[in-house]
């Protein structure tokens, strides 16, 4: 019986290619003597390791270290507000001559209302709206106040005589209240 040569489907090879024998495509390689392990070793002293050691524990406690104050810094950044793009909040807000509007037909029933029931905040959201409350009818009457000195004469005529008068008006008063 003579040898059978196989023929590779994958790969479509010449005839010539198919005549050498496997002993020609194959090379030898030398056996190395000594195994890689030993040749990659390094002989380290005790003090050495120990320094090794310690080097290794210590960074194991800065790593857990940095992930704590990472997880900490994380909590504070999840507390505090991000504040990006306002424009959507300003276009869902109402305008000042709404708020005007709103105010003047709520204020009398609401201010009887505040007389009459004095309501302690449940929690810390109901304080930050009783809070934002205030703020926006201090800014209300700020507005109406500064609404009337435009339209004021006196002040149109001459406006710093009228503001060097409520400086000293202000400043007697606290010197009275001292």
């Given amino acids: ?61 800065k790593s857990t270290k940095t992930k704590f104050e990472e997880e900490k810094a994380r909590k504070k950044r999840e507390k505090t ?25 709520s204020k009398a029933s609401s201010m009887q209302h505040q007389k009459n029931v004095v309501r302690k905040p449940k929690n810390r959201f109901e304080k930050k709206k009783i809070l934002i409350n205030e703020k926006t009818e201090k800014f209300l009457d700020r507005f109406d106040h500064m609404q009337k000195l435009w339209k004021d004469p006196e002040f149109q005529n001459n406006p710093r005589q009228m503001l060097a008068e409520r400086i000293r008006r202000s400043r007697n008063e606290n010197e009275m209240e001292n």
């Fill in 81 to 105: 507000a991000i504040i990006g793009d306002l424009r959507p909040l300003l276009d869902s807000l109402p305008s000042l001559d709404e708020l005007m509007t709103i105010r003047d037909n």
């Fill in 1 to 61: 019986m003579g040898k059978i040569k196989k023929i590779n489907p994958v790969k479509k090879s010449s005839k010539l290619e198919q005549s050498f024998s496997k002993k020609d495509k194959v090379k030898k390689v030398s056996k190395i003597s000594t195994p890689i392990s030993k040749i990659n070793r390094k002989v380290i002293s005790k003090k050495e390791k120990l320094k090794i050691k310690k080097q290794k524990v210590l960074d194991g406690i």
